[in-house]
């Protein structure tokens, strides 16, 4: 790449280093090291989620090191930052986790003013995390400038005893342990082991669901996003979106020509086929919003109804990321799904080429059983499921994904926190046959719609997975399975039919027929909202009061701000 064929005139930096005017600006670059060649070359922010809170960051530094020397071979100038991360493996089950969604948002806000405010041109972005994953894509639709995403990869599995074991085995051992299954010291042991490297939480939770979505959506370079974090190979993929980056910056291919309908339609399809995380009808209409794309959690589920389920992927299945990328990678997943029918293959991608393109080398690995053929799938339709009804008018989401019972009806047993239930759950405090409700933990009520990965997770330790259902207004983690429907909508703190239910109420969950709905009707619906009191959080000050009062509804992505539609101008173009 040569640098001097890219026109600086028409980038965002020519606002600090071109012209006599920009002289105190180039000092402090000269301060930095920066030659005269280098201050006049393309300046592309490299940014990362690197932090020392969990091992899905713990690389990032490492590998974002790689990504500035493939920008720099290609005649660009790389400026390193960082920003926040919340892992939702440490905050998940007390007042932290309140902090991970909203972190999403943080991480965007906090890119996008880094790159705004010292006028980069392009940008690589490094995530791990849960959050930082979308966090990253939203920022690279939003500044919409020439952009690579890069997974830091998922952690390799543990190994307890002779068996294959992740994070999720370590929540659910907690649940063992309460009831006397697991010995401290069988705890203590399996804790040591289950989690032996860097890298993202292994299986198709959230994480890794997220990741596949940025292969299929265009985002990523194929095949990057499955390596594991130890894996050497990765620095291949690093150094190659650096170079990358700075070919699409020569051609002016930007983000918005990638993340198109069409793509978010394959991003959906794959998350569907891979039996990966809810959050993924999140995290979908958040990227679409950021475009100015209409694309909600109903439209997500409808992808979801059409795509056949077939990645035998943990919590549901047998295998984790590692075995798909050793079997193939997630290019083998999309080659199946666009060979029939399932994926859009005329959609961009940051190689240049189109998505059927990019597959038209992929060989199908007929030695592996960890990615079947999608004529001959596990389920015909997809691993997740969108419900709706007069409990969700605005909709939910369900895991399906490894499950035989897709229909359960029940008693309503309510709590208004997660805490509340963990502690029931804790001690037994249920039946078999009900449906425990967690409310008042959606976007507003929570604030911040937490995960609840402790709760189900003590309830399978309990072998109690398949005899109960949950519903909430709040999110489950990627790592969730048994019959746990989140993103119910409205949500409890505006007065959503979930904040109407009382205990005894029969609600009925069909996965089949895609409907969530509770014995009552309009009438008695309307004299119950009619007592019903709006409740004060515990934050009223701080980011997390702020993100309260900025939210949107989970159905459109649990948004902070009006989006690329109501744009006056792109940053791009600045």
Known sequence: MDAHAINKNKLPSRHVTEGPSRAPHRSYLYAMGLTKEEIHQPLVGVASCWNEAAPCNISLMRQAQVVKKGVTAAKGTPREFCTITVTDGIAMGHQGMKASLVSRD?????????????????????????KSLPGMMMAMVRLNVPSVFIYGGSILPGNFRGQQVTVQDMFEAVGKHSVGEMSDADLDEIEQVACPSAGSCGAQFTANTMATVAEAIGLALPYSCGAPAPYEIRDKFCYASGEIVMELLARNIRPRDIVTRQSLENAAA??????????????????????????????????????????????????????????????????????HGYLHGDCLTVTGRTIAENMAKVAWNSDQDVVRPADKPITVTGGVVGLKGNLAPDGAIVKVAGMKNLKFSGPARCFDSEEAAFEAVSKRQYKEGEVLVIRYEGPKGGPGMREMLSTTAALY???????????TDGRFSGATRGFCVGHVGPEAAVCGPIALLRDGDIITIDAVEGTLDVGLSDDDMKQRAEGWQPRETDFQSGAIWKYAELVGTARHGAVTHPGGAAEKHCYADV
């Open 106 to 130: 943080l991480i965007a806000d906090s890119v996008e003013l880094t790159m705004r405010g010292h006028a980069y041109d392009a940008l690589v972005g490094l995530a791990g995390c849960d």
């Open 461 to 471: 330790g309990q072998g109690m997975g398949d005899k109960v259902a949950l519903i």
């Open 270 to 339: 794959v998350v569907a086929a891979s039996g990966g995380s809810t959050n993924a009808a999140l995290h979908l209409p958040a990227i679409a919003h950021e475009c100015g794309i209409e694309f909600d959690l109903f439209d997500v589920a409808e992808i979801f109804k059409q795509t056949p389920y077939v990645a035998d992927l943990k919590p549901g299945g047998r295998y984790v990321a590692k075995d798909m990328f050793e079997a193939g990678g997630i290019p083998l997943l999309m080659k199946t799904l666009l060979e």
